[in-house]
T-cell receptor, first 115, second 111 residues
Framework: DGGITQSPKYLFRKEGQNVTLSCEQN?????MYWYRQDPGQGLRLIYY???????QKGDIAEGYSVSREKKESFPLTVTSAQKNPTAFYLC??????????????FGQGTRLTVV | RKEVEQDPGPFNVPEGATVAFNCTYS??????FFWYRQDCRKEPKLLMS???SGNEDGRFTAQLNRASQYISLLIRDSKLSDSATYLC????????????FGTGTRLLVSP
């Protein structure tokens, strides 16, 4: 079945450590995204990528890094520079370009907790 | 002002009721609009796209008013399973997809 897979589902990190969240899709989508969701808040864009080997900062990129070496994969690293990393992280993918009404498909999310 | 604004609710309604949510957006250049549903501690899933002429999918009706820059979602004959958070989503479609999410409106349907 086609879809988008995030792992792990739950992740615990000690303060000062970097962690990498995995996101893989087999939908043949060009565009991939990382969002962060905090309780009672909407989704905020961290990074996005329209094509392999290219990515752009979103609205809250500080303390995060990404890579896009393969079309299927868009891992997110939460670095120790991120001051408040505890959140629900959602990866999404979609067709890119100027197609109207193109929906985004989401992975099941990774819940990161800093202990 | 937030790019996409929604009443957070919660909206508490009995089964069978009709409930409506509104959402306003600030960027007049926005071109695509969606309603997503998000269950507690789950990922958002597309409920329906919103077309200029309005569209209906079973018990759900979505409407767009470009002049006033708002989107609405109407749910008729509410079911217990409709309890969720409904996210209003706007896309600028400016060369790449930048989906801007509202904070969501929580709906609780009770027996």
């Amino acid at each position: 079945d086609g879809g988008i897979t995030q792992s792990p589902k739950y992740l615990f990190r000690k303060e000062g450590q970097n962690v990498t969240l995995s996101c893989e899709q087999n939908l043949n989508h060009d565009a991939m995204y990382w969002y962060r969701q905090d309780p009672g808040q909407g989704l905020r864009l961290i990074y996005y990528s329209q094509i392999v080997n290219d990515f752009q900062k979103g609205d809250i990129a500080e303390g995060y890094s990404v890579s896009r070496e393969k079309k299927e994969s868009f891992p997110l690293t939460v670095t120790s520079a991120q001051k408040n990393p505890t959140a629900f992280y959602l990866c999404a993918s979609s067709w890119s370009g100027n197609r109207p009404n193109t929906e985004a498909f989401f992975g099941q999310g990774t819940r990161l907790t800093v202990v | 002002r937030k790019e996409v604004e929604q009443d957070p609710g919660p909206f508490n309604v009995p089964e069978g009721a009709t409930v409506a949510f509104n959402c306003t957006y600030s960027n007049s250049a926005s071109q695509s609009f969606f309603w997503y549903r998000q269950d507690c501690r789950k990922e958002p899933k597309l409920l329906m796209s919103v077309y200029s002429s309005g569209n209906e999918d079973g018990r759900f009706t979505a409407q767009l008013n470009r002049a006033s820059q708002y989107i609405s979602l109407l749910i008729r004959d509410s079911k217990l399973s409709d309890s969720a958070t409904y996210l209003c989503v706007v896309n600028k479609n400016t060369g790449f997809q930048k989906l801007v999410f509202g904070t969501g409106t929580r709906l609780l349907v009770s027996p």
